[in-house]
């Protein structure tokens, strides 16, 4: 059964980004985003289950959408105005439907990096 699921390291810290605000998006054909789903990552830096899983996990093209800047903000860290980091976007494709498709961000106020993790 193919699933989506997500994590997001704090590089600044060292540490899972607990409560960060990710928002997951199925882009239609003409690239439209749809809101699926809007969550607060858990003290290990996840997602609470798969974003989708089964039947709910379609191929096609999504988006996730992580709150880098509030995030910081909210640890206490200092940001210029407007933040080099704001919202991080991550486009990404699913032609698969029976695969699992991890989506890891490894962020920092001025860096991100991303992979197709298992």
């Known amino acids: 059964m193919g699933k989506l699921t997500t994590h997001v390291l704090d590089t600044m ?3 899972p980004a607990a409560g960060m605000a ?3 998006f199925r882009l239609d054909a003409d690239g439209h985003a749809h809101l699926l789903k809007d969550l607060r990552l858990n003290d290990d830096g996840r997602a609470e289950g798969p974003l989708l899983e089964g039947a709910g996990l379609l191929p ?3 988006r996730l959408v992580f709150g880098v800047a509030a995030y910081f903000t909210g640890r206490g860290v200092t940001l210029p105005q407007p933040p080099f980091l704001d919202e991080v ?3 990404f494709g699913m032609a ?3 695969a699992h498709y991890h989506v890891p961000l490894l962020a920092s106020p001025w860096s991100y990096s991303t ?3 298992s």
Do not use: K, M, T
Request: no cysteine; hydrophobic share 30%.
């Open 96 to 98: 698969d439907a029976s």
């Open 22 to 24: 990710v928002r997951l």
């Open 115 to 117: 992979y197709r993790g």
């Open 89 to 91: 976007p991550l486009d």
């Open 60 to 62: 096609g093209r999504y």
């Open 13 to 15: 810290h060292g540490a």
